[in-house]
């Protein structure tokens, strides 16, 4: 596509998905994809029906499918098999964690044993900063019993399916899957650390998922040239609004810990993603005022608001829709 069609394009996807609520109607199909991302989870530890968890699928086009999923907060293995049935619930190949706070490993368990329960026979496989790994011992533990009767009273399922792979890996370190490259970097979660930022290339694309932050330059150095970026907010009046603590000075810690919309159109403007995106927004009934306005400060390029089950295709253009229920 010639840069200035591809301009137009974007901004029109940017003018169509610049609403914190989804849309009404499902939008014609993505074209072919090298990468395919989709929000399953936008929220935080807050409950909330529509934004679940954070959790984010990135699919690349190998033959066949790489399943890749960047945490697992609450709901994520509802979202999976929701679009994809037992396939995609059970056909995980990799969960990379960003850090261990509650809201992005809450979903583990569930993903883990659900998805040996509906055909997983391989090791539940796992990468992520340290403390992955205790983190996963621990869940073995708890979850013996469930285990041990399946395994071996009940239904008899393969005792491969509920083994656990947890590797933990360093930062600025870059592994591979099937041919997809990805790369884990550090960023700056305040006193949480290791908290991880992860890009993932494949086909000559790629995405960068900025886990929990403040401003990194970090983030900025790795993210560069990505097509597409999706990045965590805070909408800091918002915040206070809504804040599950009361304390005033807890609530100015968690935003300090987080990035707000200014600070990510800084970010935004330095990267210059094909499109930028929200996900993990705080608090989650922050709607479009409290996020768009205060970011288009400091950045006017591509922007969208992401929604659960917002799917972004990246292929010879940036394609964003809304990914259909397959399963009830
Ligand atoms: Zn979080
Ligand atoms: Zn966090």
Same mark, same amino acid.
């Given at each position: 596509?010639?840069?200035?069609?591809?301009? *137009?394009?974007?901004? +029109?996807?940017? =003018?169509?998905t610049?609403?914190?609520?989804?849309?009404?109607?499902?939008?014609?199909? &993505?074209?072919?994809?090298?990468?395919?991302?989709? +929000?399953?989870?936008?929220?935080?530890?807050?409950?909330?029906m529509?934004?679940?968890?954070?959790?984010?699928?990135?699919? #690349?086009?190998?033959?066949?499918?790489?399943?890749?999923?960047?945490?697992?907060?609450?709901?994520?293995?509802?979202?999976?098999?929701?679009?994809?049935?037992? $396939?995609?619930?059970?056909?995980?190949?990799l969960?990379?964690?960003?850090?261990?706070?509650?809201?992005? *490993?809450?979903?583990?368990?569930?993903?883990?044993?659900?998805?040996?329960? @509906?055909?997983?026979?391989?090791?539940?496989?796992?990468?992520?900063?340290?403390?992955? #790994?205790? +983190?996963?011992?621990?869940?073995?533990?708890?979850?013996? @019993? $469930?285990v041990?009767?399946?395994?071996?009273?009940?239904?008899?399922?393969?005792?491969?399916? #509920?083994?656990?792979?947890?590797?933990?890996?360093?930062?600025?370190?870059?592994?591979?899957?099937?041919?997809?490259?990805?790369s884990?970097?550090?960023?700056?979660?305040?006193?949480?650390?290791?908290?991880?930022g992860?890009?993932?290339?494949?086909?000559?694309?790629?995405v960068?998922?900025?886990?929990?932050?403040?401003?990194?330059?970090?983030?900025? &150095?790795? #993210?560069?040239?990505?097509?597409?970026?999706?990045?965590? *907010?805070?909408?800091?009046?918002?915040?206070?609004?809504?804040?599950?603590?009361?304390?005033?000075?807890?609530?100015?810690?968690?935003?300090?810990?987080?990035?707000?919309?200014? $600070?990510?159109?800084?970010? @935004?403007?330095?990267?210059?993603?094909?499109?930028? *995106?929200?996900?993990?927004?705080?608090?989650?009934? =922050?709607?479009?005022?409290?996020?768009?306005a205060?970011?288009?400060?400091?950045?006017?390029?591509?922007?969208?608001?992401?929604? $659960?089950?917002?799917?972004?295709?990246?292929?010879?253009?940036?394609?964003?829709?809304?990914?259909? &229920?397959?399963?009830?």
């Amino acid at each position: 596509m010639k840069p200035r069609r591809a301009a *137009v394009f974007l901004s +029109l996807v940017a =003018a169509l998905t610049l609403r914190a609520e989804e849309p009404k109607k499902a939008a014609a199909p &993505a074209p072919p994809f090298a990468i395919r991302v989709t +929000l399953l989870g936008t929220g935080n530890p807050r409950p909330s029906m529509s934004r679940f968890g954070p959790s984010i699928l990135v699919e #690349a086009a190998t033959s066949p499918p790489t399943r890749i999923l960047v945490d697992a907060g609450r709901g994520a293995a509802l979202r999976l098999f929701s679009i994809g049935g037992r $396939d995609l619930l059970a056909g995980i190949d990799l969960v990379l964690l960003t850090h261990l706070h509650s809201d992005h *490993v809450v979903g583990l368990p569930d993903l883990w044993l659900t998805g040996w329960l @509906f055909g997983r026979a391989s090791p539940f496989s796992l990468k992520g900063p340290e403390g992955t #790994a205790a +983190l996963m011992a621990h869940l073995e533990k708890a979850f013996e @019993f $469930d285990v041990r009767v399946r395994r071996d009273i009940d239904e008899r399922l393969p005792g491969k399916g #509920a083994e656990v792979d947890a590797r933990e890996i360093p930062p600025e370190t870059a592994v591979g899957i099937s041919g997809v490259k990805i790369s884990a970097f550090a960023v700056e979660h305040g006193p949480v650390k290791p908290a991880y930022g992860y890009r993932i290339e494949f086909a000559g694309k790629s995405v960068v998922l900025s886990g929990d932050t403040r401003y990194s330059e970090n983030l900025v &150095a790795h #993210a560069k040239g990505c097509d597409v970026l999706v990045h965590e *907010v805070v909408a800091p009046e918002a915040e206070r609004r809504h804040a599950q603590v009361r304390d005033r000075a807890a609530i100015q810690r968690i935003i300090d810990h987080h990035t707000t919309p200014e $600070d990510a159109g800084k970010v @935004f403007a330095e990267v210059k993603p094909g499109l930028a *995106v929200y996900s993990h927004i705080v608090p989650s009934p =922050a709607v479009e005022k409290d996020l768009v306005a205060p970011t288009r400060r400091t950045y006017s390029g591509p922007l969208a608001v992401g929604y $659960d089950l917002m799917s972004i295709s990246i292929g010879e253009r940036i394609a964003v829709e809304k990914r259909a &229920a397959a399963v009830e």
